[in-house]
Every structure is written in structure tokens, then in C-alpha cells.
């Protein structure tokens, strides 16, 4: 684990010294939970996000996108929830001073007993190689027992605290399990205190008849409140859905692990409206295609899980996270939910307006029922950026670092770079680039050795790194390098277009998903 920590350290540096992330405000000592995006970082968001939204829009013809403001009306937030029940249960400990969700430090717990009973069939697994009997093993090995017995037993435990909001019941199980602070290493807890995520701002021109506004934690009451305007002037009929992409903002205390968990974040949600009682068949499709739609990046199927969750929202019947594995464990980078009719139903409640659908063909009106989709921008940025880095050892003890994200997702997809910086080589490899540039984001590179350009190309992710020599005035042709392989052929110039077109198109990513 402590290996994995450093990992994930070098890929934070990494993020920084290439142009990924930086810290918000950073010559002013920087904002806590805040990051700003370079300009190698906003490409690769840019691109997850063209990736999500043209796999909903393009890809299914029912599904239309819209963009809501991030000021919205305060009822709106009484009627979803949110200003009386958007808490996390928070508490401190009295030696470090610092504070973490009682929540998450017992899933951690959890987590731990997890990776004992796979130590214990990983071991049997060496030992007895082909012959091992993995599920007879996990009935039969008493030390497996043991450790899947407790966490039965805390699971139980733990998630009946969390259905009934018992904060003292939290604390106590953090006490019996005597789970430490990972800084102070001491088990001196406060109480459980419940704390409220929402910014609130003012909003009017006078102090006195200003009007208390929040900042929207969620996309999803935007698309809500616009539900009935899309259908209508859309002429949609159910199923349909309307996806967004926008900024989301949470008040966490409890904001580690880089740009996983921030204050300022975006999400790229979809809301699938259904008929009552179809809710859950359409659950389960939203839950394997969204599945389907990450292993397409290539980035390992076996880094990702399903999670079913142990409390339900109080809007939800059923609810899943697809998780992804990252240096410092499996985390959430997914939530797919049955919303069932609360939230429209709320909001008719609150506005006092008939929102119904008219479905035709049932000849009757009734409040639609709802399945979300929803993934953090950013923590698919993060996933994708330490699934994707690597430091190799080369041939003669040289290494490089180097990022294989998805060429599709790639900021630059190309580099041309001139030999050397004289005899009409500058020249040409800009004619290249004026020609690539339409199509492809391409870079031209002259600065330092040609292998040090390679090297610099590789830490950012480019797939294709073009050459430019005395042999390409001769005879048109062109040294072709692929990044992963690093491979170097001999290509026209007239097929550039064409060879780099088929390995970095969106399009390829799209068809898998068809």
C-alpha cells in the first residue's frame, strides 16, 4: 500500500510539471480542495467529456442535452432535500485536530478485512497452483471464515447505524474497532456531528431585500425543473433523457486525495425518464451500458466493480457505484440510481404546478419515474491518469515516464518535430502541422535532441510523434513513432491524415458502445 502511495505522489507531480493540474490560487499559498486545469489537463477533461456526451446523445436518439444556470430558485433545494438532510456525518480527533467522515473511516475498515481474506486465497493460489479450488477454499478455510464472519457482522452492524442516522452507534463502531487517526495514530474521537455541504450566497441589489441563494451541489435539479419544457418542445415520449455537464459545489471538510474529492467540481449527469414500474428493468440496462462505456477506454476490466449501496438515499430504490480501482484503493467514480418519483413529485408539491406526463398511449397522466447516471469529471480524469502512467525501464538502462491514455482522450494527439533547426526542416515540418491542425490538436517541437522531444512527448501522452529529416525533402516520407511501442516506420506524408485519423478518432471508442 505504501508503495501505491508513492505512485500516486509521482502522478500528482506529474499532473503539476506537465501542464495537467495546478493548485487554485497557488501564488497566494493556494485554496484548499480547489484546483485550476492546464493547458495539457483542460484537453484531456475536454475530451472525457466529448467522449460522455456524444456515447448519450449521439448513441441513443431519446436522449437530448440541455444546460441549466448554477442559480436556481432556494425552494428548489427545500423541495429536493437537500437544505434539511445534504449532511455528512463528521468527526474529529482531539490530537491532530483534523476531521473525517465517520462513514468512510468504517468502509476503510471494511476495506481492510477485504484484503486479508484475498491475501489468505492469493497465498493458496501460488501454493496450490491449477489444482486450486478458489470458491471451495473461501467455504472451507477457517482464517477466511473468521475474517468474512466479522465483516458480516460489521457490515450488518455499520449499515443499520446508517439507516437509522445513529451518530452514537457510528462513533461506538469506530471505537470497537479501534480504528486510529492515520496521523495523530491515536483513537481520542469526538462525537459524531452531522454537517451541511451547501454554499450559500445572497442575491439582490439591496442588502436589506436581498434573497438567500445557494450554489447548486447536484446538476440534477436542473434538469428536474426543465423536465416538462424539454418534453414539450422536444415532443419527447418515455422513455427519454436529458444529459448536462456542469459545475457542482460542496463545503467538504473532508477533502484528500488530490482532485478526487473537491469543493469545486463537474458531472456529467443523465436523467432517463420511465414509466412507473419499468423503473428497475431500465436500471439494470443504465447499469451495464454505463459498465460498458468505461471498459471501452482500454484501461482494465478488472479495475473496475460494481458496488451496491448498503443505505439507500431517501429517494432511491436501488442504487449502484461503478468503482474504479485507484493507487490508494477501489473508490467511486459512478453512481447510477432509481430516483423512483420523488423529485418530481417534490417539486410539484413545492411550485404548486402540474408536471405530469400524458402518456398517449396509456390514454392517462401520471408523474414519471427516474433513473440517474451520474460520474465526477474529475475523479474520470484521475482514473484515467494513473491508470494510464508508467515509468518503464528501456534497453541499455535508460527509462521514461511515460502516459498511455486512450488516443481518443489524448490533449495532443500528434507532434512534428524538425531533425535539426536548419536546411528548410523548420519549414516543412510546419507545413505538416498547418495541414494536421484542422483535425488533429498537433504540436510542433524543435527545442533540444530528438530523443529528449520523444521523452517530453511521452510524459503528456501523445500517440504519434512525426519526424521531420533531409529524407522527407528528397522523397516526401516521414519517421512515424508510436508511443506505446515506440516503433519507428517510414510513411508518405499524403498518409498522415489518414494513419493517424484511424487510431485517435472518437468514432473508434463510439462503434464499441453501438
Known sequence: MAQQEDVFKKIVSHAKEY???????????????????????VELKNNIKR???????????????????????????????????????????????KRYRADVLIEEELAKIDDKIEKEVAKARKRFGESFDEALFRQTNPRVAEQVEKRQKLHERFANAMNDNNLEELRQIIIDCEIACPVSGTRNWTEVRQFNLMFRTEMGSTADGAMTVYLRPETAQGIFVNYLNVQKTGRMRLP?????????FRNEIVARQFIFRMREFEQMEM???????????????????????????????????????????????????????????????????SRTNFDLSQHEKFSGKNIKYFDPELNESYTPYVIETSIGVDRMFLSVLCSSYEEQKLEGGDTRVVLHLPAALAPVKCAVMPLVKKDGLPEKAREIVDDLKFDFATRYDEKDSIGKRYRRQDAVGTPFCITV????????????????SMEQTRVNVADLHKLIHDRVSLTLLLRKLA
Open 469 to 484: 529529416d533531409h529524407q522527407t525533402l528528397e522523397d516526401g516520407t516521414v519517421t512515424l513513432r508510436e508511443r506505446d
Open 19 to 41: 501542464g495537467f493540474v495546478f493548485q487554485s490560487s497557488e501564488i497566494y499559498d493556494g485554496l484548499a480542495a480547489v484546483y485550476d486545469y492546464g493547458q495539457n489537463g
Open 240 to 248: 427519454f433523457g436529458i444529459a448536462q455537464i456542469g459545475k457542482a
Open 51 to 97: 467522449y460522455w456526451w456524444d456515447a448519450m446523445t449521439l448513441l441513443h436518439e431519446n436522449i437530448v442535452g440541455i444546460d441549466s444556470a448554477i442559480f436556481m430558485h432556494p425552494t428548489i433545494w427545500k423541495a429536493s432535500g437537500h437544505v434539511d438532510a445534504f449532511n455528512d456525518p463528521l468527526i474529529d480527533n482531539r490530537d491532530s485536530k
Open 271 to 337: 436523467q432517463f425518464f420511465v414509466r412507473p414500474g419499468q423503473e428497475l428493468q431500465w436500471f439494470e440496462f443504465w447499469k451495464q451500458w454505463r459498465l460498458k462505456w468505461h471498459k471501452a477506454l482500454g484501461l482494465g476490466d478488472s479495475k473496475y466493480r460494481y458496488h451496491d449501496h448498503d443505505k439507500l438515499a431517501h429517494y432511491a430504490n436501488a442504487a449502484t457505484d461503478i468503482e474504479f480501482e485507484m493507487p490508494f484503493g477501489f473508490k467511486e467514480v459512478e453512481g447510477i440510481h
